[in-house]
């Protein structure tokens, strides 16, 4: 059992990196980077305790955001990220910024899925055009809440089983 578990218990390389069911292609070797704002705190000092706050209380639940590279720029890609049009084998961008809102699914090599009912996708070109970088598109992915649903889950390789 506890080989069962320590086995479980990690979670490691990108497999695959899916918006709205559509996988997006090479990602840069960097990976994944999960960031986001800490819940803001508000302490509750009182004059007769000096040694510290009497209360801690939890003012908003901060922010989850996931960055990456999206190095595969075929058509279908930049279109899917970007917004805009391919067609006839021409990308267009989109006059102005057009962010997207979908269903996230990060496949691991360790075995684990983590889904993202909600996101919001933003992009953007980046980077050098050289012989010794890729060109790129920034991509940001925040966590955005729906009531009653949890943010995510993860579901764990071989149960098949959310939080097994």
Do not use: R
């Not at 391919?86 to 057009?98: A, L």
């Amino acid at each position: 059992m506890a080989e069962d578990v320590k086995k479980n218990s990690f979670i490691y390389g990108l497999d695959e990196f899916k918006f709205n069911d559509v996988a997006l292609g090479y990602i840069s070797e960097d990976g994944l980077e999960w960031a986001g704002d800490k819940p803001e705190k508000v302490k509750i000092n009182a004059a007769q305790v000096q040694s510290g706050p009497v209360k801690v209380i939890t003012k908003g639940l901060g922010t989850n955001t996931i960055t990456f590279k999206l190095i595969e720029l075929d058509g279908k890609n930049c279109e899917g990220v970007l917004g805009g049009t391919y067609k006839n084998g021409e990308y267009t961008p989109p006059s102005s910024v057009e962010d997207k809102v979908g269903k996230v699914e990060i496949e691991c090599t360790s075995g684990h899925v983590i889904t993202i009912p909600n996101a919001n996708l933003s992009a953007k070109p980046a980077g050098k055009i050289s012989g010794g970088e890729l060109f790129s598109i920034d991509c940001e992915v925040e966590i955005l809440a729906t009531e009653n649903v949890a943010p995510y889950t993860i579901t764990y390789p071989e149960t098949g089983v959310e939080g097994a």
